[in-house]
């Protein structure tokens, strides 16, 4: 098969790769190569060489302050999101009438959009603000808080069915177990459904670490990084350099290079934490 | 109706290696040939081949009278169940076996009455609309077969069809199969480790060893006059006895002496004297089955079998056979398949025969028969 | 405890439950609420139910419609969502299903270069992407699914590849005895065994396209809206915007992917769990 299908290889790998190339491949590297020229247009660019990524960090605290700002959120997200979802769903593997329509309405959230979310937000927020006469753009923690309740709510349903799943797969004849062994309902948790459930948590870990530091949508609509700059978080902030002014597009592309590095670094670390306890595991 | 012809064929994966070093079989039409041997011999790999599943890195295919090395699967005429079935999931079991005549365009009243008659022969009907995941694996193994009959190929290929089966379902199967291979006469490659397999169904059985066919015959004649030790310890079940014995020359008739298990006279008449005079003086391996060590009150015992004393290690009864491991004083292990009439007790001394129209003997280095 | 404690206790729970499930549904009915009141009562008084003077019937609805074009953005956003999820299950299956048999060097290097591409953040190839999208005339919704496809590649030939490998090979032979070319297999024999991943891989796809809002933004986002780009239009500007109108906005931009969430529940749940056991 391996022969007849390779003559095929133009049907069936050709458009993804051709559609690969031109909308991730060729920007990708170009955004490399970019970010360490001076440019407007991709045409006229001059070679800097790292004196963008220097700008980056000497021109103003704004990379910095968003780079703070989300590392904080997304510690905070992370946290309360999985620990809600877990507690959600533990509270809904009891087997209580009306689960699943429980479980839709704690899910939905996920559904919608993030610019749509953040007007949700954004009204919600400045309706309760406005009794302290303030409105959300008044302080940075505000929007970090906004943001924070904003997160919750979209993530918590979706780490939640993921939780479920896993609880539900812990075997019966294991809980009966420790039943039968006198263990208390925390003992239970703690010895057996932790343990059970921990390849869960690294993944739901791993999908609220991503999402909360590469957030824009939600940033974006909710707060517009105001005050000033304060509460823009990395995403953000990498708009506004590209598109808030002209003459800052290399600096733009070499904060997206830096932007990156992070991520793929984060996303390396989860890679080898869970590989390590895997092995444990195993 | 076609026969099937290897010509050289040598299959290798790379420069180190080389599965099948080069190999020659015809296979006559209508026959039913066995492809037997232990894991990794090759077997799979040859029906591969046959199928166009693998390709032939040197030599000749013949399927028929034409060339096939460069012909796809697909037109060679062939069909192929596989161990596993490999059914299509997501098909009805009508469909499973229409399949392959639908991408041929063949017209649907032909598809229909095909269908039906390779269902009605396989006890199918019922099952037409099922899908596979609701069938028993007999059932599935009964499709795979329809699927490959309903196409009337010219050669069939089955690649270990019985293995996944339990035990009884398997020898209800084995019978199938060779009905069915009576019924459309048709030329059968079936690949199988399992021996007894090979010899209850086989016309002619080959067996191979790291790629090398040891002995293509008939179940009769591997069963009697295996030219090696690897032919002769692999058909057969409980396995062949192999002792170690000096071979010397007596007056006018050669005879032989063992370290202790056996001590008989060679059978004139069925060792030719010039390939014993070879070995006069050295050690060759002598080898008897379980089931020619026989009691000394057997009807088959003559005075010229050799006598095996020894301690019985083990016994375990079958029914109406024990088979025995008795430790000789020589230190060799000999198994012997006696009728239980005799139930000897662990422990016990005894003493049998070996029937002496049933020996073989083998060079102890090449391993191949002497005759 | 005993049966009736257990009881009680279930009860509790319950209860306890109704009342997050409501603080969860909350702020979805607030928005609701004030997109019957006039504009000016929204935003310092946002949990006031409308009252008399303060109802306006489907008004914002109709401003809110006529000054994004709401219609036509919905359209887009159909069309878009639709025809983009439609090419990568179709173009990423086909793919996966050729990287997994043919074990090629280029073929190899293509997969990981795909799964390397699902680290990437979108700020990383925004401004580059647009502008050469604009280049070569891509900057409209036909356009903007052939990028689609290249964006959300990464993640569903992962997907698909793991089941792929997933499908025993002697099905595919069997085929191959049977008489399939390369495509009859693949149509006829692998993608309905795909099925299952294929539903999953379409509501992941469905969700990501359907909400996105940077990417049309900066490919088509001149010339065309799509939804969130439209509910993002009310805001733009110096100006007083219409509150009103936003709220209206906001509702209509829900209303489809619920209707799509609850005709759908059952994959979305099961893809979701599933996925992430992949993931």
């Not at chain 1, 925390?186 to 670490?209: D, G, S």
């Not at chain 3, 809110?64 to 919905?74: H, Y």
């Not at chain 3, 990464?154 to 099905?171: D, Q």
Request: net charge positive; proline share 4%; glycine share 8%.
């Amino acid at each position: 098969m391996q022969k007849t299908l390779r003559r095929y290889a133009a049907v069936f790998v050709l458009p993804t790769a051709v559609a690969f190339t031109v909308a991730f491949l060729i920007p990708f590297l170009m955004g490399i190569y970019l970010s360490f020229t001076e440019f407007t247009t991709v045409t006229n660019a001059k070679w800097v060489g790292f004196s963008n990524y220097l700008r980056v960090f000497r021109d103003s605290s704004d990379f910095t302050n968003a780079f703070w700002f989300t590392a904080k959120f997304t510690v905070v997200s992370v946290v309360l999101v999985n620990l809600f979802a877990f507690s959600l769903a533990m509270l809904l593997t009891r087997g209580i009438r009306g689960t699943n329509v429980f479980r839709t309405v704690f899910f939905m959230p996920n559904l919608i959009g993030g610019i749509v979310l953040g007007y949700i937000w954004q009204l919600i927020i400045n309706g309760v603000l406005s009794w302290f006469m303030v409105d959300i753009t008044f302080s940075a923690s505000y929007g970090f808080w906004g943001l924070v309740i904003l997160m919750n709510w979209q993530l918590t349903g979706y780490m939640m069915i993921i939780y479920i799943a896993a609880i539900q797969n812990i075997p019966s004849d294991l809980l009966e177990a420790a039943a039968i062994d006198g263990a208390s309902p925390r003992q239970v948790l703690r010895n057996v459904i932790l343990p059970m459930v921990m390849p869960a948590v690294t993944i739901c870990t791993f999908l609220t670490l991503t999402n909360s530091f590469k957030l824009f949508d939600q940033n974006f609509a909710l707060t517009g990084g105001a005050p000033g700059r304060e509460t823009a978080m990395l995403a953000l902030d990498i708009y506004n350099t590209f598109y808030g002014r002209v003459g800052y597009e290399g600096m733009g592309q070499s904060k997206a290079v830096l932007f990156f590095i992070m991520v793929a670094a984060i996303a390396y670390l989860q890679l080898r934490a869970t590989r390590d306890r895997e092995v444990e595991n195993a | 109706m076609a026969g099937i012809t290897l010509k050289n064929v040598v299959k290798t994966y790379g420069p180190e290696a080389t599965v099948i070093p080069g190999m020659d079989l015809e296979i006559r039409d209508k026959e039913f040939l066995i492809l037997v041997g232990p894991s990794g011999c090759g077997k799979s790999t040859t029906l591969r081949m046959i199928a166009g599943l693998e390709e032939v890195s040197s030599g000749e295919l013949y399927i028929g009278d034409r060339l096939v090395n460069d012909v796809a699967p697909k037109d060679r005429d062939i069909a192929m169940v596989f161990q596993s079935y490999a059914l299509y999931p997501h098909m009805t079991v009508y469909k499973n076996m229409a399949f392959g005549l639908e991408l041929r365009k063949t017209p649907k009243e032909e598809i229909d009455s095909k269908v039906r008659e390779a269902a009605k022969m396989l006890d199918l009907e019922r099952y037409l609309d099922r899908k596979p995941r609701s069938l028993s694996g007999g059932q599935r193994q009964r499709v795979a077969l329809g699927r490959a009959m309903v196409r009337s190929p010219e050669v069939f290929l089955l690649d270990e069809p019985l293995s996944n089966l339990d035990a009884r379902l398997r020898t209800e199967m084995r019978s199938q199969i060779g009905e069915l291979h009576r019924r459309l006469q048709t030329t059968f490659v079936y690949v199988t480790h399992d021996q007894t397999e090979a010899m209850t169904m086989a016309d002619r059985i080959a067996v191979l060893k790291d790629g090398v066919i040891q002995q293509a015959d008939t179940p009769k004649k591997l069963y009697n006059e295996p030219c090696n030790m690897f032919v002769a310890g692999f058909i057969g079940s409980p396995q062949m006895n192999f002792i170690e014995a000096r071979l010397e020359k007596g007056e006018g008739d050669d005879w032989y002496l063992n370290s202790g298990a056996l001590a008989m006279q060679v059978p004139s008449g069925r060792f030719s004297g010039e390939r014993l005079q070879k070995y006069a003086g050295t050690t060759i391996i002598v080898g008897i089955r379980p089931e020619d060590v026989i009691s000394v009150d057997s009807h088959r015992y003559k005075e010229s079998d050799g006598l095996i004393r020894g301690q019985v290690q083990t016994a375990e009864m079958t029914g109406a056979e024990v088979y025995l491991t008795i430790l000789t004083s020589g230190g060799s292990r000999v198994m012997a398949r006696v009728s239980s009439r005799i139930m000897p007790q662990v422990g016990d001394e005894i003493t049998l025969a070996a029937d002496g129209d049933k020996l073989h003997l083998f060079d102890r280095e090449t391993e191949q028969a002497i005759r | 405890m005993t049966g009736k404690e257990k009881k009680a206790a279930r009860r509790v729970l319950f209860v306890w439950l109704v009342f997050l499930a409501a603080v969860f549904v909350a702020p979805i009915l607030v928005v609701l609420l004030n997109s019957f009141k006039g504009q000016f009562y929204i935003t310092d008084e946002p949990f006031r139910l409308p009252t008399a003077e303060t109802f306006v019937g489907l008004t914002n609805y109709a401003a809110g419609i006529a000054k994004t074009g709401f219609w036509q953005a919905f359209g887009y956003s159909l069309f878009i969502t639709v025809c983009s999820v439609g090419v990568i299950v179709l173009f990423t299956a086909m793919t996966a299903w050729y990287i997994t048999r043919v074990k090629s060097r280029p073929a190899r290097i293509f997969y990981y270069l795909l799964v390397f591409s699902m680290i990437v953040p979108f700020q990383m190839v925004m401004f580059t992407m647009s502008k050469l999208a604009n280049m070569l005339g891509l900057d409209n919704p036909a356009g903007i699914v052939f990028i689609y496809l290249g964006f959300g590649a990464g993640l569903s030939v992962f997907l698909f590849s793991g089941f792929v490998r997933a499908i025993p090979e002697e099905i595919e032979e069997a085929a191959m005895i049977d008489g399939c070319n390369p495509i009859q297999m693949f149509f006829l024999v692998v993608f309905p065994m795909l099925r299952p991943t294929a539903v999953t891989i379409a509501i992941l796809n469905t969700m990501w396209i359907w909400n996105d809002y940077l990417l049309p933004y900066l490919v088509i986002g001149n010339k065309y809206k799509t939804i969130p780009i439209a509910v993002q239009y009310l805001q733009g500007g110096y100006g007083s915007r219409d509150m009103g109108a936003l709220m209206a906005l906001l509702v209509l931009s829900i209303v489809p992917i619920i209707v799509f969430y609850l005709t759908c529940q059952k994959h979305i749940i099961k893809g979701v769990a599933a996925g992430a056991v992949k993931g």
